[in-house]
């Protein structure tokens, strides 16, 4: 058993701890939850226990679907352990379904369904707005090498795949998500940070009712009642697979 040591880092939704594996951090989920880069701001109890459960249910899922993580296991309901990766500052968006930022850059009705997923990149700086950048504006900052851009994006469309159809079978549509990726000591490219809720819109798959933290965003439903049934539905397809 790991064990807690200090704080490395206090996000918008976690905080890192060092462990006595110099390899390994402790995470810890907050309830804090945060929209517009952090102009809305609020704690919304259990919010964080359910981040926690719903991502470390997905990465397992994801694993079994020949995926792997930087994730290590639950400790706690609010708590788990990940591997150390230095954290690629981009932000990899794949869309299944026009929503969002895109369209009200490309002028599409939102629930558009797109010919085939796209995938964007997005510079995670708080102070520039995470702009939308392109392959040659990841060469100029040096975030990745041409290589690892190639690997995020194909590992990010086999994430698509395997999100797809385990949201599928929990009559869920998976409209978009965000992932992020980091490097490993060796330099591989791994699934990074979380997949939850809050980095994914999802939407119920018969009523089209926002499953997501849309729901906090635009101020059109109950944060921790949506995700209590993401929850619920991931479990019963887990019960299922046995």
């Known amino acids: 058993?790991?064990?807690k040591g200090q704080l490395l880092y206090e996000?918008?939704?976690?905080?890192?701890?060092e462990t006595d594996s110099p390899e390994v951090l402790w995470v810890e989920y907050c309830d804090q939850a945060t929209a517009f880069n952090g102009e809305k701001k609020d704690q919304i109890p259990g919010k964080g226990k359910l981040n926690n459960q719903i991502s470390g249910m997905i990465f397992?899922?994801?694993a079994?679907?020949?995926v792997p993580s930087h994730y290590l296991g639950s400790l706690s309901e609010t708590e788990h352990l990940a591997q150390k990766v230095q954290i690629i500052p981009l932000e990899v968006v794949v869309r299944n379904v026009a929503a969002g930022s895109l369209c009200k850059r490309l002028g599409l009705m939102e629930g558009t369904a797109l010919p085939d997923p796209i995938v964007e990149l997005f510079y995670k700086d708080d102070d520039l707005g995470d702009p939308l950048i392109t392959d040659e504006h990841v060469k100029i900052l040096n975030l990745a090498s041409e290589a690892e851009v190639a690997e995020i994006k194909e590992k990010a469309l086999t994430v698509?795949?395997?999100?797809t159809e385990i949201f599928e079978k929990c009559g869920i549509r998976l409209v978009d998500f965000k992932l992020e990726f980091g490097r490993d000591a060796e330099g591989n490219v791994l699934l990074a940070d979380e997949v939850s809720p809050d980095t994914c819109r999802l939407w119920d798959a018969a009523t089209d009712e926002h499953l997501d933290k849309d729901v906090y965003r635009r101020d059109i439903g109950d944060l921790t009642s949506v995700y209590q049934v993401v929850l619920a539905r991931l479990q019963e397809l887990t019960a299922k697979r046995g």
């Open 160 to 163: 698509n795949a395997a999100l």
């Open 1 to 3: 058993m790991a064990q």
């Open 60 to 62: 397992d899922l994801l």
């Open 64 to 66: 079994d679907a020949g």
């Open 11 to 17: 996000g918008k939704a976690k905080k890192l701890y």
